[in-house]
């Protein structure tokens, strides 16, 4: 592709019309890096959940930490299961081991594994193309997502799941035995962190079995067995609970129109790299020049249709957009070397610089995101497009404080406030809804904890308990306090005479 790439032996992005406009381009990614950066420091540094579900995810390594499996039947107290598999539970809980409970361990291995996303994408791009600019061009496009910005800093499985999917497709990229046999590691470690990297297994498998069938044969062979003698195992080892939370309780309902709304939110805020990657991706295919990056492509953008399930959000994008990042890198790399653009040069330039102004404002987010035309357009944004402010941190505190206040279990919908006073975490909340409205979870021992008024403090923010629960709630408790945070107003119950 290398050779693709230069005209009369010199890279047309030698030439000072390409610099300057490349110069542009790629210090605008820079400044998004610099963004992407500055938000993750600050959310390490607090200590309370900014996405529902951090703190259970968190709380599954603190788990792992003291020796316990995160997997049960949720009948009996403390009611609790995570709902993805233990790779990025363990992987945090080496850190928690020296910081304690809590949520920086899992936001910092987060923000160290979507920094290692951008530097495999620019990297898979740079030995492609061997062009410094276009590298960064790719890892910057990681980076100014506002998807990244919103999912990849939090104490969640996503960023993780992507770096080791990442990894299996760039392994699998130039299909060597050894090559092969790192990248199916990369994909069962992927697969083990979260579900969704199926697209990235069968992305490589498929390219691998056009390409050497009998090898991606074989590899297909190695990663389901082993596949499955884990999943065996794990069910094994946790008496079938591994099976009901990780899978039963998963099985989310669909619902069309958050599947319209997501496909159009991302269209919309990242039109010149999708259409650059699917140009590239339409070049590949109709040229059968089969490679990885492109059926993972294709395999993300299918995945993504995900989304439409109940709960989920824009982390179902991020396997689309690092791999669209270097496949628009790519379509790049091949425009700048074509010879319309080489004729046009100084023109070509202007109008690169304006596509490139565009698409910034389209990716404004955090403190760029400074009002007009520069909004964070995610539809996550109201409540991850911010950081974290002494604001938010004061009130936080004075939940902690609420809960403090007696010496008994808290029941806390964002069980990071629970954890900060010391107390337990009680119930993964949309878990149990899940399971409860799949028919797979019986709510009464929970109940009559309620009715027994067993827990000295509950908190509320979205009401996601099963109805049971939150009517239990009503019965038995008063409402004592309300907290503004983040846009949410959480409630602090006590418990009340019937």
Not at 205 to 217: D, N
Not at 339 to 346: A, F
């Amino acid at each position: 592709m290398t050779q693709a790439l230069r005209r009369g032996g010199t890279l047309v992005g030698s030439e000072p019309w390409a610099k300057a406009a490349l110069a542009v381009a790629v210090l605008t990614l820079g400044v998004f890096g610099f963004v992407y950066l500055q938000h993750a420091l600050a959310l390490v540094l607090f200590p309370y959940d900014w996405d529902q579900g951090e703190g259970y995810d968190a709380w599954s390594a603190w788990l792992i930490d003291r020796g316990q499996w995160p997997y049960s039947g949720n009948q009996a107290f403390p009611y609790y299961s995570s709902n993805y598999p233990p790779l990025w539970s363990y992987v945090v809980s080496i850190v928690m081991a020296w910081a304690g409970p809590g949520l920086a361990s899992g936001r910092a291995v987060s923000t160290i594994a979507a920094v290692g996303c951008a530097a495999v994408a620019g990297s898979a791009v740079w030995f492609q193309t061997r062009t410094a600019w276009a590298g960064l061009g790719a890892a910057g496009l990681v980076f100014a997502s506002p998807y990244v910005f919103h999912t990849t800093p939090l104490a969640r499985v996503n960023a993780l799941t992507v770096l080791f999917a990442l990894l299996g497709v760039w392994a699998f990229e130039r299909p060597t035995n050894r090559r092969l046999a790192w990248g199916t590691l990369a994909l069962l470690l992927a697969l083990f962190t979260k579900q969704t990297a199926a697209d990235a297994a069968v992305a490589c498998l498929g390219f691998v079995l056009l390409t050497r069938p009998r090898a991606g044969l074989a590899v297909s062979i190695v990663l389901g067995a082993a596949g499955f003698s884990l999943l065996a195992a794990f069910n094994v080892l946790t008496g079938g609970a591994f099976w009901l939370n990780v899978v039963s309780g998963n099985a989310n309902p669909f619902e069309a129109r958050q599947l319209f709304d997501y496909a159009v939110n991302f269209a919309l805020i990242h039109p010149l790299p999708l259409a650059l990657a699917a140009w590239e991706a339409a070049s590949a295919m109709r040229r059968r020049a089969w490679d990885p990056w492109t059926l993972y492509f294709l395999a993300s953008g299918v995945a993504a249709l995900g989304v439409a399930k109940l709960g989920a959000g824009e982390s179902y994008f991020l396997g689309f957009v690092a791999s669209g990042a270097v496949l628009a890198s790519r379509r790049l790399v091949r425009l700048l070397a074509s010879p319309p653009i080489t004729r046009g040069r100084p023109v070509w330039a202007v109008a690169a610089l304006l596509l490139v102004a565009g698409q910034a404002v389209l990716y404004a987010h955090g403190p760029l995101a400074l009002g007009g035309v520069l909004v964070d357009r995610g539809l996550q944004a109201p409540l991850l497009g911010r950081t974290p402010t002494a604001k938010d941190r004061q009130a936080g505190d004075a939940i902690v404080a609420a809960i403090r206040r007696l010496p008994g279990p808290a029941l806390s919908e964002d069980p990071s406030f629970a954890v900060v006073a010391g107390r337990p975490v009680v119930a993964n909340t949309t878990h149990l809804r899940n399971l409860y409205d799949a028919g797979l979870w019986d709510p009464t021992p929970l109940v009559a904890d309620l009715q027994a008024k067993r827990y000295d403090t509950v908190v509320l923010n979205a009401q996601l308990y099963p109805q049971p629960v939150l009517d239990a709630i009503g019965r038995h408790y008063y409402l004592a306090q309300t907290v503004q945070l983040n846009g949410f107003t959480y409630q602090v119950f006590y418990p009340g005479a019937d």
